[in-house]
């Protein structure tokens, strides 16, 4: 099975701290992403990976930085936390799969984090 | 641009019934993939469905079935045989060839099953 670990479920931040989110998956995937939940929003998009020290802007990234130096590991960085980014934080992982039925590049989800940001 | 609308943002079913959770999507690449996921209250994200836009045939999983309707832009998940374990979030996805490797999701519904 595919596993998505997610560093913290809950963390407790003060405004203007760095934070630092760590998600590592087993499976080999080449992709990797960061998504926040909001009530009524939705997922939207961090930023993605689709390989080791590659990274691309999601829909919302200000505010945010990652890190990928080992193909298992995506980390999440708050360079300085605000109270509009509490929110719940989901790392996911998948396959380098094309659209339109080739395989299904389907999202393996982490636990998720929820950062309260104080 | 490409978009995902959910416009239910809460849904009631009696239990042991059938119930549909909309979706529309909107992208101008013939080459895109439909998703649902389910979310239950503990949190986790569990995939249930795909849906390929060359797939001639309605993507069926167990008891979950995608409605597809390519000329109305729809992705309609059906859950027959409602269960109680069934009350969660479900949020319907896309992700396209021309998007790259973006899945973008829409807002969600809830669903409730009553006993």
Redo the contacts between chains.
């Keep these: 099975d595919v596993k998505v670990t997610q560093s913290s479920r809950y963390l407790v931040k003060r405004t203007g701290e760095k934070v630092f989110l760590e998600c590592v998956q087993d499976m080999d995937h080449e992709?990797m992403?960061w998504?926040r939940q909001d009530p009524?929003?939705?997922?939207?998009?961090i930023y993605?990976s689709?390989d080791v020290k590659m990274k691309?802007k999601?829909?919302i990234p200000e505010g945010y930085s990652v890190s990928r130096e080992k193909k298992e590991r995506f980390s999440l960085i708050l360079e300085s936390a605000s109270t509009n980014q509490t929110s719940?934080y989901?790392c996911?992982s998948?396959i380098?799969?094309?659209?339109?039925?080739?395989d299904?590049?389907?999202?393996?989800?982490g636990?998720?984090s929820r950062l309260t940001v104080l | 641009a490409q978009k995902i609308t959910q416009t239910q943002p809460g849904m009631f079913v009696q239990e042991k019934e059938a119930v549909t959770l909309d979706c529309t999507y909107d992208t101008s690449d013939p080459s895109y993939g439909l998703f649902w996921y389910k979310q239950p209250s503990s949190g986790e994200m569990i995939f249930l469905i795909y849906q390929g836009s060359y797939d001639q045939q309605n993507a069926t999983e167990g008891r979950y079935s995608l409605n597809f309707q390519k000329a109305r832009k729809s992705a309609n998940l059906v859950i027959s045989a409602s269960q109680l374990g069934d009350s969660a979030m479900y949020f319907c996805a896309m992700r396209s060839l021309a998007g790259g490797f973006k899945t973008i999701f829409g807002a969600g519904t809830r669903l409730f099953v009553k006993a």
């Design positions: 992709n992403f998504y009524g929003l939705g997922l939207r998009l993605f689709y691309e999601g829909d719940m989901l996911a998948s380098l799969g094309l659209a339109g039925g080739l299904t590049g389907e999202l393996f989800f636990e998720g």
